[in-house]
Nanobody, 113 residues
């Protein structure tokens, strides 16, 4: 049993910051990540973190602006987003697995200009 629950989405203005949190439960997975899907577009990879090593990787559009982290004490995976752009508007999903075996329900992030 693995459950992922996202929170922290909302409506912000361009240039603002927002922090998304994924509460995790069940058997710990090797990797956790964030993906997003904008209207009319395919779901795309955003960022990932290896649970043990804490090694991270990011999609090019968010490099330098987004930071993924994990907190073992709180059992959470977060995505700190800064310098948000309208292009970042999407439903953001938390995922887990070797590739991506489990998914959360998603949280809406809307960035206005």
């Amino acid at each position: 049993q693995v459950q992922l629950v996202e929170s922290g989405g909302g409506l912000v203005q361009a240039g603002d910051s927002l922090r998304l949190t994924c509460a995790i439960s069940g058997r710990t997975q090797s990797r956790y990540g964030w993906h997003r899907q904008a209207p009319g577009k395919e779901r795309e990879f955003v960022a990932a973190i290896n649970w043990i090593s804490e090694r991270t990787n990011y999609a090019e559009p968010v490099k330098g602006r987004f930071t993924i982290s994990r907190d073992g004490d709180k059992n959470t995976v977060s995505l700190q987003m800064s310098s948000l752009k309208p292009e970042d508007t999407a439903v953001y999903y938390c995922a887990a697995g070797p590739p991506w075996d489990y998914w959360g329900q998603g949280t809406q992030v809307t960035v206005s200009s």
